[in-house]
């Protein structure tokens, strides 16, 4: 690993695994026989273009999808046959980072990241007053984690991407989650911004003991963050190494062809959505 954290992974129980998932939007294959094991407190950044499959897998860890074949166990369920109560619970278990936020714009801080803990909630929820004083606290808890708490009482729309990014990231944590999963959650942000959540995601995975699946397409980060990266192209695992002593001409091998920095893995990405507009 290339930074100076480290998990406590243990190898042996993996937390995830898939065997031999497949998906198929009509005639479009998704995910192309994906096998992949994921264990106890690793962080697994997948990579590929856009169009790989990695928003695909990551849905399926949480029963967004559903695999038109083969089987994706998390944490002990197979996914596939749990419905009411028992998909909720797993669902509570594994929270969910978006590109996008996915905040809701006119409540404050403090509210967005409660609405992490509305699975515990019984009865109306009627703003701050439906959430008990040790919810709020902890909450508050989770804000000054991220470096928020003085915008507690902020809107979240007056808040800097990756302000509300970390936001993002608080909200997951009131789930009390056992895996964080992350699709391209720095895509939005600036370099700078990307550096800090990739950060903040990496420093909070170790203190908890969380389970982290990241999808990225930058690959510098991807090298930096990850303990381990699965390259994804055309919804198959072409690569799946520990970062420890990884090139990024290694890393490139993914995408067909050999680059030195994400300028030019963003010069291929931009080849390939040409063409695809052109036909």
């Excluded at 700078?192 to 969380?210: C, F, N, T, Y």
Aim: charged residues 25%; aromatic residues 4%; glycine residues 8%.
């Amino acid at each position: 690993m290339s930074t100076d954290m480290s998990t406590t992974a243990d190898t042996t129980s993996p937390v995830i695994s898939l065997a031999d998932v497949t998906k198929r939007f009509g005639e479009t294959t998704a995910l192309d026989g994906v096998s992949l094991e994921v264990a106890r407190g690793e962080m697994v950044v997948l990579l590929g273009l856009s169009g790989s499959g990695k928003s695909t897998l990551l849905r399926h860890l949480n029963a967004l999808e559903q695999p038109t074949s083969g089987d994706v166990n998390v944490l002990g369920d197979q996914v596939s046959r749990l419905r009411g109560r028992p998909l909720r619970r797993l669902r509570s278990r594994v929270g969910f980072i978006f590109q996008q936020f996915e905040l809701v714009p006119s409540l404050t801080v403090l509210e967005n990241v409660l609405t992490g803990a509305l699975a515990t909630i019984r009865g109306p929820r009627l703003g701050l007053f439906g959430y008990s004083k040790a919810r709020k606290l902890e909450a508050l808890g989770h804000l000054d984690r991220v470096g928020l708490l003085d915008r507690a009482y902020q809107r979240a729309d007056t808040l800097s991407g990756g302000q509300q990014q970390r936001v993002a990231i608080a909200r997951a944590l009131m789930q009390r989650p056992d895996i964080l999963l992350a699709d391209e959650p720095v895509a939005s942000l600036d370099p700078e911004s990307s550096e800090q959540v990739m950060r903040l995601i990496r420093e909070i995975a170790a203190a908890d003991g969380l389970t982290v699946v990241c999808s990225l397409h930058q690959v510098d980060l991807a090298i930096s963050w990850a303990d381990r990266i699965v390259g994804l192209r055309h919804g198959a695992v072409v690569l799946d190494t520990p970062v420890e002593g990884l090139t990024k001409a290694e890393v490139m091998e993914i995408y067909g062809r050999v680059a030195t920095s994400t300028a030019e893995l963003e010069a291929v990405q931009n080849e390939l959505l040409a063409a695809e507009a052109a036909r």
